[in-house]
């Protein structure tokens, strides 16, 4: 099994630019999330989606719109790229929202550089 | 606001020497602290995780210490490798309902360890 898979690995934007990053999983997990990573500041949740046709804002939301696009894809678009969304970007997943010893299972990142 | 927070930010161990990270929470409602593992180009990876009705927990050579009143958890990993290191990522969250993904991370912990 390929787990999380995100795409691109890496990006590099203009100011202003937009793209969408991309996240699938393949265990039939229900929930999936968006975080960004920064120096110093560990990991911080952006918006999630805690089963197909819902999401929700996290800690950082502004700047990022997200679509469930089924129960594998959660896709993070950056509609007007700015400087401050330099990051690096993990999509994760567990298999249910519920109260157990459940795990994050966490894509390899997209590194993000906008100019 | 950082609702976690952890330390030291980086950590020079010697092979077999004990490495001790420290946890720090302000919100009361957290109910489960897990520890994430992280190496470079990676995805963090769940390494223990602790409920605040145990005041330890252990899995080989990794202990998580908790003080429910205090509200701090600590990581001691026993028997240093440098395989161990890596960044380590404390976290807190509610485990009920669809919380559990909403992790609340510490800021990291680079671990090296000399061999």
């Known amino acids: 099994n390929a787990g999380v898979t995100q795409t691109p690995k890496f990006q590099v934007l203009k100011t202003g630019q937009s793209m969408t990053l991309q996240c699938a999983q393949d265990?039939?997990?229900?929930?999936m999330y968006w975080y960004r990573q920064d120096p110093g500041m560990g990991l911080r949740l952006i918006y999630y989606s805690a089963s197909e046709g819902t999401t929700d804002k996290g800690e950082v939301p502004n700047g990022y719109n997200v679509s469930r696009l089924n129960k594998r894809e959660f896709s993070l678009r950056l509609e007007s790229a700015a400087p401050s969304q330099t990051s690096v970007y993990f999509c994760?997943?567990?298999?249910?929202?519920?109260?157990?010893?459940?795990?994050?299972?966490f894509g390899s990142g997209t590194q993000l550089s906008v100019l | 606001q950082q609702q976690v927070k952890q330390s030291p930010q980086s950590l020079i161990v010697q092979k077999g020497g004990i490495s001790i990270i420290n946890c720090a929470y302000e919100?009361?409602?957290?109910?489960?602290f897990p520890w994430y593992q992280q190496f470079p180009g990676k995805g963090p990876a769940l390494l223990i995780a602790i409920r605040p009705d145990v005041s330890e927990k252990k899995e080989g050579r990794f202990t998580i210490s908790f003080n429910k009143s205090a509200k701090q958890f600590s990581l001691h990993i026993m028997d240093s490798q440098p395989g161990d290191s890596a960044t380590y990522f404390c976290a807190a969250t509610y485990a009920g309902g669809t919380s559990y993904g909403k992790l609340t991370f510490g800021q990291g912990t680079i671990l090296t360890v000399h061999p």
């Open positions: 994760a997943s567990t298999p249910l929202g519920a109260a157990t010893d459940e795990k994050l299972f």
């Open positions: 919100n009361t409602a957290f109910d489960y």
């Open positions: 265990m039939n997990h229900n929930s």
